[in-house]
């Protein structure tokens, strides 16, 4: 029996949930990226890195070429960037929502006398 699209959705979304994940995404929407540069950028340990790297390679989503002892990594088509753009907009959204709210809150506060 066939993965309903909304059980696929969600394990895609599971698979993106990792900060470094996130962070390696961001920084893939720039261009193919060496994993030394990648490392600079995230500062964690490089086997935690190549662990992430490693999940992202197999779910398709990034793919890899070594180019003698450096292996440079990519992001494997277009729609992740506009996720990720997408994602930036959203949150926006969200916090600015937030952020009206907590002015809204701040301004009906009455001094207690």
């Known amino acids: 029996m066939p993965v309903p699209l909304y059980q696929a959705k969600a394990e895609f979304?599971?698979?993106?949930?990792?900060?470094?994940?996130?962070?390696?995404?961001?920084?893939?929407?720039?261009?193919?990226?060496?994993?030394?540069?990648?490392?600079?950028?995230?500062?964690?340990?490089?086997?935690?890195?190549?662990?992430?790297?490693?999940?992202?390679?197999?779910?398709?989503?990034?793919?890899?070429?070594?180019e003698g002892s450096t292996v440079i990594y990519q992001l494997a088509g277009g729609d992740v960037a506009e996720l990720m753009r997408a994602a930036r907009r959203i949150l926006t959204e969200m916090l600015a929502g937030q952020n009206e709210l907590l002015a809204e809150l701040r301004e009906a506060e009455v001094p207690n006398r």
């Open 13 to 66: 979304f599971r698979m993106l949930g990792h900060p470094v994940r996130i962070r390696v995404l961001e920084l893939l929407q720039d261009g193919p990226t060496a994993v030394r540069d990648l490392l600079a950028e995230i500062e964690i340990e490089p086997a935690a890195l190549s662990q992430q790297l490693a999940v992202l390679r197999r779910s398709g989503i990034v793919t890899s070429t070594r």
